[in-house]
């Protein structure tokens, strides 16, 4: 790997990085996550009797409006005028995942025309609509666990696609 970090400039500072001169393109990315928890507690989520409410539904709201708020927390990502944010949210009952682990597969989408890429967005999404899941749940579970977050595609810029294998 021969890349420089783009975010350094050259006295090893911290910065944006200025796209100005860089061409609008249409960028898409698809990130994933997962929150692992008690067969119980999917249960509760699938029957729709948790106490909170509809689990699902609240994840995905809140995924979106994570993705929306990226740049408010991650210092050096521009902010975006996002063209798509879906969020999905999939129950994982036993023998599904090779672990056995049962729980909510998170799968996000965001879109973007524009300077620079979306990758930042859709793994904001995943991670806030699985803490979603885990304050909407943890009066039931505390043991929930939120892993596997990760970039699964980006397409669009100079670079064009990359897909996780």
């Known amino acids: 790997m021969t890349e420089q970090l783009t975010h350094i400039d050259e006295k090893g500072a911290v910065r944006m990085v200025d796209v100005s001169a860089k061409?609008?393109?249409?960028?898409?990315?698809?990130?994933?996550?997962f929150i692992a928890m008690q067969p119980e507690t999917l249960a509760l989520i699938v029957e729709g009797k948790a106490a909170k409410g509809d689990v699902l539904a609240c994840?995905?709201?809140?995924?979106?409006?994570?993705?929306?708020?990226?740049?408010?927390?991650?210092p050096m990502c521009h902010p975006l005028?996002?063209?798509?944010?879906?969020?999905?949210?999939?129950?994982?009952?036993?023998?599904?995942?090779?672990?056995?682990r049962v729980g909510i597969h998170i799968t996000t989408t965001c879109g973007v025309t524009g300077k620079t890429g979306i990758e930042m967005e859709a793994l904001t999404a995943a991670s806030i609509a699985c803490l979603t899941v885990y304050d909407m749940c943890k009066a039931v579970d505390r043991g929930m666990e939120i892993m596997d977050i990760r970039l699964l595609k980006k397409d669009g810029g100079k670079t064009g696609l990359w897909e996780r294998a």
Do not use: F, H, W, Y
């Not at 994840?59 to 408010?72: E, I, N």
């Not at 798509?84 to 995942?97: L, N, T, Y």
């Open 81 to 100: 005028n996002i063209t798509k944010a879906k969020v999905d949210c999939e129950p994982v009952e036993a023998g599904q995942r090779e672990d056995g």
């Open 23 to 33: 061409p609008d393109t249409e960028r898409i990315a698809v990130a994933e996550g």
């Open 59 to 74: 994840a995905r709201v809140a995924g979106v409006m994570g993705a929306k708020q990226t740049s408010s927390l991650i």
